[in-house]
């Protein structure tokens, strides 16, 4: 198992059939090696296939959250000059204004035989997405991670061994820096990875997808943590 939300799974061969279908359609719509590409979704396979598909097709992902009001949608695509997004159907309508192509990545594979299978472009040094900061103390800054950064965190991490043996849980907001360990980890070790059941979820939703389905490694905020502790610790 590649992914696992709710009584719904995906194998890594599906995996892999959805990212590359996306990725080659991106690279239809001009994807290229540094460029950064807007994904927006909520908690839930199509996220990380977009997110996924993106570094596939070379490119750089810039991870918005589908909560984040219009305006801050709206300057962190001017800022980032991203000219693609990739969304769901049902979140179209949160880029009516926007002047770039929507790609929605929310449909099945077709036939694996007749997916196409692009091949990689770029280097190590290249971008692989692009987080802003909240913005608390001014304007949100943009910082830049190489493909090379996620290869540090995943690699002879000293204190964990990704692989899998390990079952990891997505709990983090997808514009959080920290929340890419939680992607990119499983995706390129082995580990199934759990979403929670809601697209909307609360600490309940967490802690059920924690116990149903064996989650032991666990990524998350120092405050998320605590709460979870507090209240749940049984």
Known sequence: ????????ELTYGELRDRVDALAAELMDNGARPGMPIAVCAEPGFDLIIGLLAVARAGAAFLPIDHSYPGSRRRLLLADSGATIVVTRSSLKHLFTDFHGVVVTGDRPATDHT????PAFRGTTEDPVYLIYTSGSTGEPKGTVVPHRGILRIVRDHPFVEFGPKLTTLFNLSVSFDACHMNVQGPQLTGSPQVLPASEKPVLSDFVDAIRGHGVNCLFTASGYFKLLVDEHLD
Do not use: F, N, T
């Open 114 to 117: 007749h997916i196409r299978r």
């Open 1 to 8: 198992k590649a992914l696992v939300q709710g009584k719904a």
